[in-house]
């Protein structure tokens, strides 16, 4: 079975087509998927026009047709509006033009299901906040929150959690100066490495589509319906509300009447 697997959540734009043939493993590190091709590329302003081509560039390098595929995977967040609609809305609108499923997932699995141990995962929120939730051994424990760095750390540090992976972590050092490294089992390709996806010479980790494939692996092999795409926003786009313009009417009318009664007070 083949599913396409995409998400946008962060700087990068990842795209991975893999293939099904086994049901999900319980063991950490290890999964039923098997990636056939792969592209990931670290723009945050091009996510909109690098997806598409990179989603035909992983079907042609496997020799695979839109119709072959079975399922799509798309990373719901959390993460910038911008950035989170591109994925949403181009992995909604390829599984409709084919009527097939597909399958939200938290962004972060994409990078907290490849640790082991008691791990924070951090991702850039913007505003001086970080996007972040909690693993054990690879399971998420409890939703994904948003927060100013300090105060996740310190929730962190109480829970237990003593290292972190994420590009959040190399954004705010200083918040998580205490944390130790993270020991990494599953990278680039679902093989021995980083958790996540590592990026080019300065950047960081990011969501690593096969993982996020292996967190829909049962409810797609089993054929289960999915629910509606609803994206992890955590709190209100960037982009404010315009304000309801002002009555030119009124305005005019108010400055008429200020002149009209100083008159009629000076007469």
């Given at each position: 079975m083949l599913v396409l697997a995409l998400d946008t959540s962060t700087a990068a734009c990842t795209v991975a087509l893999v293939?099904?043939?086994?049901?999900a493993s319980a063991a950490v590190g290890s999964g039923p998927e098997r990636?056939?091709?792969e592209r990931s590329a670290w723009d945050a302003r091009r996510h909109g026009e690098l997806l598409a081509p990179m989603m035909s560039a992983v079907l042609t390098e496997a020799g695979v047709r839109p119709p072959d595929v079975a399922a799509v995977v798309?990373?719901?967040?959390?993460?910038?509006?911008t950035s989170l609609r591109v994925g949403m809305v181009t992995g909604s609108a390829f599984a409709a033009a084919l009527g097939i499923p597909a399958h939200g997932v938290c962004s972060l699995d994409g990078i907290g299901l490849g640790t082991a141990g008691p791990v924070g995962v951090v991702t850039d929120a913007r505003r001086r906040e970080v996007f972040w939730a909690?693993?054990?051994?690879?399971?998420?424990?409890?939703?994904?929150?948003?927060?100013?760095?300090?105060a996740v750390a310190a929730d962190l540090l109480a829970a237990g959690v003593r290292r972190v992976v994420g590009p959040g972590v190399a954004l705010y050092p200083e918040a998580f100066a205490s944390f130790e490294p993270v020991t990494p089992l599953v990278g680039e390709s679902g093989q021995p490495g980083q958790?996540?996806?590592?990026?080019?010479?300065?950047e960081s980790?990011?969501?690593?589509?096969?993982l996020l494939v292996r967190v829909a692996a049962a409810a797609i092999l089993d054929g289960r319906a999915p629910g509606p795409l609803v994206p992890l926003y955590l709190r209100r786009p960037d982009a404010a509300e315009p304000r309801p313009p002002k009555s030119?009417?009124?305005?005019?009318?108010?400055?008429?009447?200020?002149?009209?009664?100083?008159?009629?007070?000076?007469?």
């Open positions: 293939e099904l043939g086994a049901p990636v056939l091709a798309v990373g719901v967040g959390p993460g910038p509006f909690r693993y054990q051994d690879g399971t998420r424990q409890g939703e994904p929150a948003v927060g100013a760095p300090a958790p996540g996806h590592a990026g080019p010479a300065g980790i990011c969501p690593a589509p096969p030119v009417t009124a305005a005019t009318e108010a400055g008429a009447v200020a002149p009209a009664a100083a008159g009629a007070t000076a007469g």
